[in-house]
T-cell receptor, first 115, second 113 residues
Framework: DTEVTQTPKHLVMGMTNKKSLKCEQH?????MYWYKQKAKKPPELMFV???????INESVPSRFSPECPNSSLLNLHLHALQPEDSALYLC??????????????FGPGTRLLVL | AQRVTQPEKLLSVFKGAPVELKCNYS??????LFWYVQYSRQRLQLLLR??SRESIKGFTADLNKGETSFHLKKPFAQEEDSAMYYC???????????????FGGGTRVLVKP
């Protein structure tokens, strides 16, 4: 399996809901990432996990809570989101974090709408 | 802080014509540059890395440290090249920066028949 998969494809949630996004890869990659992409904008990094530990948090609000239960799985828990959090959430993985010219492999994204 | 600029939001060319997508970056150290592409209804994927000096799908890109540029070129555009292209910068070999990619704003390429 050489792909990053993300579920669900689409998600609609209210501002009081709690939901989770899921990302999975079976390429043996040890680094996983969450990005947020607003319409007509480039992806913006949110979190980086290296060997299942959080290594970068780009000052993301606490209503977004990442979790890496094992080396293949990355979750993003959502709680009390705002309408401006509506976006495409992309997951990516790479073999390592620190290696030069490391390629990141992206999932198809989860399109989130917060009402 | 590092920054990537893609001055053209949209490039429209005819099939068979050359296409050049501009990318400029600001970073005083040793950068790592990439081009990522997103075709319609497909995921974002790597097109080129500067260190590889390779040609992928007829595209090449040369890192010019003097001009802080990493322009993407193809001599003869094809209709299947229509896509969104992102230039991305990773600060090289600084562990604290991890594998953090900073993307440019993107250039949409439309190749007309």
């Amino acid at each position: 399996d050489t792909e990053v998969t993300q579920t669900p494809k689409h998600l609609v949630m209210g501002m009081t809901n709690k939901k989770s996004l899921k990302c999975e890869q079976h390429m043996g990659h040890r680094a996983m990432y969450w990005y947020k992409q607003k319409a007509k904008k480039p992806p913006e990094l949110m979190f980086v996990y290296s060997y299942e530990k959080l290594s970068i948090n780009e000052s993301v609000p606490s209503r977004f809570s990442p979790e890496c239960p094992n080396s293949s799985l990355l979750n993003l828990h959502l709680h009390a989101l705002q309408p401006e959090d509506s976006a495409l959430y992309l997951c990516a993985s790479s073999q390592e974090v620190w290696r030069a010219q490391e390629t990141q492999y992206f999932g198809p994204g989860t399109r989130l709408l917060v009402l | 802080a590092q920054r990537v600029t893609q001055p053209e939001k949209l490039l429209s060319v005819f099939k068979g014509a050359p296409v050049e997508l501009k990318c400029n970056y600001s970073y005083s150290g040793s950068p790592e540059l990439f081009w990522y592409v997103q075709y319609s209804r497909q995921r974002l994927q790597l097109l080129l890395r500067h260190i590889s000096r390779e040609s992928i799908k007829g595209f090449t890109a040369d890192l010019n440290k003097g001009e802080t540029s990493f322009h993407l070129k193809k001599p003869f555009a094809q209709e299947e090249d229509s896509a969104m292209y992102y230039c991305a910068l990773k600060i090289g070999m600084i562990k604290a920066a991890g594998n953090k990619l900073t993307f440019g704003g993107g250039t949409r390429v439309l190749v007309k028949p």
